[in-house]
Nanobody
Framework: QVQPVESGGGLVQAGGSLRLSCAAS????????MGWYRQAPGKQRELVAT???????NYEDSVRGRFTISRDNAKNTVYLQMSKLKPDDTAVYYC???????????WGQGTQVTVSS
């Protein structure tokens, strides 16, 4: 199993919070920087947050201060805590390692996040 399994999405009102989880394969997760991506209807997939194996994080400007990425190396799992959600955050959220992102067989089904106004 190479594809990650994302979970935790749902429907939430603006200002609410959600926590996404991603169970990744060891071959992709181990020692690699992991990222959360999102794709809104009619838009390209974008990288919103990354975390290195040692825990250094980086965020896209629109989510900085509202989203927090974390990882559990023992469980090959990466998380995305999302707060102060906005309707513009509505998208399908995916996780992957940026170094593997060009390989189509490394993408999972994603998890839908819908933020109502």
């Amino acid at each position: 199993q190479v594809q990650p399994v994302e979970s935790g999405g749902g429907l939430v009102q603006a200002g609410g919070s959600l926590r996404l989880s991603c169970a990744a394969s060891g071959s992709i997760f181990r020692f690699n920087t992991m990222g959360w991506y999102r794709q809104a209807p009619g838009k390209q997939r974008e990288l919103v947050a990354t975390i290195t194996h040692f825990g250094s994080t980086n965020y896209e400007d629109s989510v900085r201060g509202r989203f927090t990425i974390s990882r559990d190396n023992a469980k090959n799992t990466v998380y995305l805590q999302m707060s102060k959600l906005k309707p513009d955050d509505t998208a399908v959220y995916y996780c992957n390692a940026p170094s593997f992102s060009s390989r189509s067989n490394t993408w999972g089904q994603g998890t839908q996040v819908t933020v109502s106004s």
